[in-house]
């Protein structure tokens, strides 16, 4: 089992910043890629960023240039800063652990809200 605690969501305005963090914690040693999704209201989740074991990454389209996924391995920690943020970006952030086995886990999700 592997435990997931995000945090670092909140309410900015347009154009500003926000870093939110992702610990893990459990059989941590079985994790291969960590990511961030989000789901806004009345819509999916998404794929946000991805980030593997050998620190590989993925961006959605929507967030290339903006954001930057990290991880720092010593600490069971990823990381998502996000600059130039939109209203569009408002919804809650979910930090997602694939396993090698390919199971996944979800921690409970963050909230962003970006004013306009």
């Known amino acids: 089992q592997v435990q997931l605690v995000e945090s670092g969501g909140g309410l900015v305005q347009a154009g500003g910043s926000l870093r939110l963090s992702c610990v893990a914690s459990?059989?941590?040693?079985?994790?291969?890629?960590m990511g961030w999704y989000r789901q806004a209201p009345g819509k999916q989740r998404e794929l946000v960023a991805v980030?593997?074991?050998?620190?590989?990454?993925n961006y959605a389209d929507a967030v290339k240039g903006r954001f930057t996924i990290s991880r720092n391995n010593a600490k069971n920690t990823v990381y998502l800063q996000m600059n130039s943020l939109k209203p569009e970006d408002t919804a809650v952030y979910y930090c997602?652990?694939?396993?090698?086995?390919?199971?996944?886990?979800w921690g409970t999700g963050t909230l962003v809200t970006v004013s306009s």
């Open positions: 997602n652990a694939e396993a090698r086995s390919g199971r996944g886990y």
């Open positions: 980030i593997t074991s050998i620190g590989s990454t």
């Open positions: 459990g059989s941590i040693f079985s994790i291969n890629a």
